[in-house]
Structure formats: C-alpha cells, structure tokens
C-alpha cells in the first residue's frame, strides 16, 4: 500500500465502496449469460465470473495507476470467462453477448486475429461490456477448454516464473500452441462434418434409399426413428392387450452386424423377412400369459431369435444372442433352452 501516491489510494478508497455494486453487476450479467446459454441449448466447459479483488487491484495501480483517471476507467474490475467446447462456439456466445450488453469495441480484443502468419500463442476474444444502470464496465473473455489450457500453463511457465525464458524453451512453447489450435479448428471441423453426415443419412433413410447407409450407432437410431418395428410391436401387444414400455437397443446393433447386416437395408430386409415368423413365437410364448407389459425391443428380438434359428445357430447362437442382449450370466443357457422349446413347433423350425 505504502509504494501507491494519493491518487492511486482514492482509486482504491472509491472501490471499497463500490465493491457490493460490482458483486450486483457480476451477478446480474452472470444470470443473464446463463440464460442465454439455457435458451440456446449450446453445452459449454464453464462459466466464471469474479470482482477483482483488493489485493489485485491495488498491483494493478502500483504498476500502470497514472493510466485511470477514476474508478470506472479500469475495466476488468469485474471479469467474466465462458469456456466452450468449439471454436465456433465462441463466436456464437459472442454474437449472443453483443445482443445482452452494449459493447466497448474500442477496448475489446480479438487475440485470436492478432497472431501473425508464422507465431502462434495466446488465443482468446475479450469483449468490455457496458450494462444500463451501471457506471463501471466488465471483461467478458470467451475462450475454449484447449486455450484456457494453453493461458494457464503459459502463465504459469512465464508469468509466474519472473524470469525470462529461453529460445529453445518458448520455441517448444509455440510448437505446443500451434498443436493446441490445429487440434481445436480439427474439432470443430468433426463436429461440422459429423452433422452434414446426420443429415445425409436422414434425407436416405427418409428417401427409403437404406441400402446406401451403412450401419452404426448413428444410422441405425436415425432408422428406428421412422418406427419400423411399431407394426409388429403392436400385434404382439394385441395378444394379451399388453402396454409397450420403452426399452434401449443400443446391444441390438452388435447383434445384427453379427448376423451379416452391414447396411439399413440389410436390417429393413431382415425386419420383413422374418416379422411373421417373430410374431408367431410371441403368440406362442405370451398366449397362456398375463403379462400385462412388454418391452419395445420384443419384436426385435424375436426377428434375431428366428433368423439365428431359422439358419441353424441353435441354441448356441441364441445363448450367444442372450448373452450379448443380458450380459454373461448363468440364466442365458436356460433362457436359450427356453426359447429354443417354444420354436421348436413352429414352422420356421422345419423350413
């Protein structure tokens, strides 16, 4: 305190007084940015805020204190940071900040824009934002997961250190930075080109062109979205005016590339080729039932049951099926025993 003059001390005395207003203005900008991010449905990393404190400010003045005339000329007394998974994420947080707060773009940065062609580093977008009914402005720093990563080490490797480092050091430095930033833009690239690869396969699977669509994770639930088992669900249902309860099929998919399917026509096919079948098995096993509720997967497993039965698996291949859908347990073998039973006189069985 002893090495700040008069002024830099009337600097400090304002913003003792100031400092339950700062806390209101983080707070409302805090809520505010919240919001938007809530109505945008965008995920981020984080969302920071603080008030600078005392000790903080009072460096600041020791340093640079002849540069503010009053209090409301410093304008990170409140800071706010959002870290974003994407690049472009930051980009449309800020358009959603030039909408909440006016702007001071004479004293906002774009670091990410000030490198040259050759020099990677610090990469961030600072805006100073200004709220009505306040005198003083905030920082609003925008910035992904992988440059908050590279601001922190490289502070703590630099800054902190209070020595100068050497060539070969800053030169692995940049290196890293330049890795960090082809790694964010090839992210953001993965997302974009992941999206322009759902909405392809949409516009196939909704043009019934399935044969073109290979199967995973992805197509195969943008398939069951157009509900082709609904039909047979329903018939089984009907047996004992059974409610379908919802039911995963993510295990499914390991089982239909095992049963040669490697595109959505494969499974459309497959779906149709053995529907009758897999309908006539539930009514044998539900008709002397009362079970009351069933799961939406039935049909679909009752089409694998009869096409691993119909091309000789055996029970084998239906405990391989159960183990698969149940994970390994002892039950498998007498479940596979089970079924296998209640097929037995079914006419799939004797094709």
Same mark, same amino acid.
Not at 49 to 73: F, H, I, P, Q
Not at 142 to 152: G, I, M
Not at 229 to 237: E, F, Q, S, T
Not at 256 to 263: D, G, I, P, R, V
């Given at each position: 305190?002893?090495?700040?003059?008069?002024?830099?001390?009337?600097?400090?005395?304002?913003? $003792?007084?100031?400092?339950?207003?700062?806390?209101?203005?983080?707070?409302?900008?805090?809520?505010?940015?919240?919001?938007?991010?809530?109505?945008?449905?965008?995920?981020?990393?984080?969302?920071?805020?603080?008030?600078?404190?005392?000790?903080?400010?009072?460096? =600041?003045?020791?340093?640079?204190? +002849?540069?503010?005339?009053?209090?409301?000329?410093?304008?990170?007394?409140?800071?706010?940071?959002?870290?974003?998974?994407?690049?472009?994420?930051?980009?449309?947080?800020?358009?959603?900040?030039? =909408?909440?707060?006016?702007?001071?773009?004479?004293?906002?940065?774009?670091?990410?824009?000030?490198?040259?062609?050759?020099?990677?580093?610090?990469?961030?977008?600072?805006?100073?934002?200004?709220?009505?009914?306040?005198?003083?402005?905030?920082?609003?720093?925008?910035?992904?997961?992988?440059?908050?990563?590279? +601001?922190?080490?490289?502070?703590?490797?630099?800054?902190?250190?209070?020595?100068?480092?050497?060539?070969?050091?800053?030169?692995?430095?940049?290196?890293?930075?330049?890795?960090?930033?082809?790694?964010?833009?090839?992210?953001?690239?993965?997302?974009?080109?992941?999206?322009?690869?759902? $909405?392809?396969?949409?516009?196939?699977?909704?043009?019934?062109?399935?044969?073109?669509?290979?199967?995973?994770?992805?197509?195969?639930?943008?398939?069951?979205?157009?509900?082709?088992?609904?039909?047979?669900?329903?018939?089984?249902?009907?047996?004992?005016?059974?409610?379908?309860?919802?039911?995963?099929?993510?295990?499914?998919?390991?089982?239909? =590339?095992?049963?040669?399917?490697?595109?959505?026509?494969?499974?459309?096919?497959?779906?149709?080729?053995?529907?009758?079948?897999?309908?006539?098995?539930?009514?044998?096993?539900?008709?002397?039932?009362?079970?009351?509720?069933?799961?939406?997967?039935?049909?679909?497993?009752?089409?694998?049951?009869?096409?691993?039965?119909?091309?000789?698996?055996?029970?084998?291949?239906?405990?391989?099926?159960?183990?698969?859908?149940?994970?390994?347990?002892?039950?498998?073998?007498?479940?596979?025993?089970?079924?296998?039973?209640?097929?037995?006189?079914?006419?799939?069985?004797?094709?």
């Amino acid at each position: 305190m002893e090495a700040l003059d008069l002024h830099c001390r009337m600097i400090l005395d304002e913003y $003792r007084e100031s400092v339950p207003t700062l806390e209101r203005m983080k707070d409302q900008a805090l809520a505010m940015l919240h919001d938007a991010l809530d109505n945008s449905g965008l995920i981020v990393t984080a969302v920071e805020a603080r008030v600078k404190t005392e000790s903080s400010l009072a460096g =600041k003045l020791a340093l640079k204190g +002849a540069k503010y005339a009053m209090l409301s000329d410093i304008t990170d007394l409140v800071g706010l940071r959002i870290i974003t998974f994407y690049t472009d994420d930051v980009d449309r947080i800020a358009s959603m900040a030039e =909408k909440l707060f006016e702007i001071d773009w004479h004293n906002s940065v774009d670091k990410r824009r000030l490198h040259q062609l050759d020099s990677f580093g610090y990469n961030s977008l600072h805006y100073i934002c200004r709220m009505p009914g306040y005198d003083f402005r905030f920082e609003l720093q925008l910035r992904t997961t992988l440059q908050h990563a590279w +601001a922190a080490i490289n502070h703590d490797t630099g800054y902190k250190s209070g020595i100068e480092i050497p060539r070969d050091y800053m030169r692995r430095m940049n290196r890293l930075a330049g890795m960090l930033e082809m790694a964010d833009d090839e992210f953001s690239r993965i997302r974009t080109e992941l999206a322009d690869y759902r $909405r392809r396969v949409q516009t196939l699977v909704q043009n019934g062109q399935l044969d073109d669509v290979s199967l995973d994770g992805d197509t195969f639930r943008s398939y069951l979205q157009a509900k082709p088992l609904d039909r047979l669900n329903k018939r089984i249902a009907a047996i004992n005016q059974a409610e379908i309860q919802d039911a995963p099929f993510d295990h499914y998919l390991r089982v239909l =590339k095992a049963l040669k399917c490697t595109t959505l026509g494969d499974v459309d096919r497959l779906i149709k080729r053995y529907e009758e079948d897999a309908y006539l098995l539930a009514r044998h096993q539900l008709g002397n039932t009362d079970l009351d509720i069933i799961s939406s997967a039935i049909g679909l497993q009752n089409i694998c049951v009869v096409c691993i039965l119909s091309t000789g698996g055996g029970k084998i291949g239906l405990e391989r099926l159960f183990d698969v859908l149940n994970g390994h347990n002892s039950q498998n073998t007498a479940l596979a025993e089970m079924t296998y039973n209640q097929a037995s006189s079914l006419p799939f069985m004797n094709h």
